[in-house]
């Protein structure tokens, strides 16, 4: 699936797609997971939260991911059977990459001219999808141990 997901990541950034909403479609096309409300219901997490620097847009997409497949539907179900796996996700990106900071991770501030100018000419696009990539991966591999525990 590794190989399937890599595939994926590419071809929805080269067709347009940002970080979070790549990450939350490529989870759920892994899963059969169709719904007029992805990849929209991430746009807003792009870009460190919308161009704001914050949580990187492929953490959120995949804290989305893991959500959308052990998430609670009912207010008496236990939340834990969620954090659980998103904490884990959240180590492994850290561990990996250093930081879950949209800022940190690409070195500059996506909502100012300097920063996209930055972004642009340095082709942070490339570290942007290989931080989407494995968000992806580490999401459908924690959904995939977790779910068989």
């Known amino acids: ?4 997901i890599s595939q994926r990541i590419k071809e929805l950034f080269d067709s347009g ?3 979070a909403e790549s990450v939350l479609l490529a989870v759920a096309e892994a899963y059969d997971i169709q ?6 219901i991430a746009t807003g997490l792009c870009a460190g939260i919308s161009r704001t620097s914050n949580a990187c847009g492929a953490v959120t997409g995949g804290v989305m991911a893991i959500g959308l ?8 179900e236990p939340a834990i059977n969620t954090y659980v796996p ?27 001219p300097e920063g996209q ?10 570290k942007c999808r290989k931080y989407t990539e494995e968000a992806a991966r580490i999401a459908i591999s ?4 977790d779910k068989k525990a």
């Open 117 to 126: 100018d930055y972004f642009k000419t340095n082709n942070l696009l490339v």
């Open 1 to 4: 699936m590794t190989d399937t």
């Open 35 to 40: 719904s007029d409300l992805i990849p929209k």
């Open 69 to 76: 497949l052990m998430g609670r539907n009912l207010p008496n």
């Open 86 to 112: 998103v904490q884990k996700f959240i180590d492994r990106f850290e561990e990996a990459f250093g930081s879950t900071n949209c800022r940190v991770l690409t070195g500059c501030d996506l909502n100012t």
């Open 17 to 19: 797609y940002y970080c």
């Open 142 to 145: 924690i959904i995939e141990t």
